[in-house]
């Protein structure tokens, strides 16, 4: 069983910066692939970026892609996604996840969320 706590949320003003962090404890955190996924007031969650449990495989959702840079530390159990140039639009909870299976399988996993709010 793995627990997943996310950190790093917080209010910035647009086109500003966030770096959210999410720690894993109680499982190999090198077997499994990692993501994070947002859930805006109001809509469903949304995929914002995926990477491997290597590292070496990463996708990122079309908004968010040039701008948001998703990264791990295995050796620190660790999973970081960078943000810059935030929008008002992407204001949300933000949850890390974490499954063993292939792409498009789900996630087993996931932490309590961090909220992220972009003022206009």
């Known amino acids: 069983q793995v627990q997943l706590v996310e950190s790093g949320g917080g209010l910035v003003q647009a086109g500003g910066s966030l770096r959210l962090s999410c720690a894993a404890s109680g499982g190999t955190f090198s077997r499994y692939a990692m993501a994070w996924i947002r859930q805006a007031p109001g809509k469903e969650r949304t995929f914002v970026a995926r990477?491997?449990?290597?590292?070496?495989?990463?996708s990122y959702a079309d908004s968010v892609k040039g701008r948001f840079t998703i990264s791990r530390d295995n050796a620190k159990n660790t999973v970081y996604l960078q943000m810059n140039s935030l929008k008002p639009e992407e204001t949300a909870v933000y949850f890390c996840?974490?499954?063993?299976?292939?792409?498009?399988?789900?996630?087993?996993?996931w932490g309590q969320g961090t909220q992220v709010t972009v003022s206009s």
């Open positions: 990477i491997s449990q290597s590292g070496r495989s990463i």
């Open positions: 996840a974490a499954t063993e299976r292939s792409v498009g399988y789900g996630y087993d996993y």
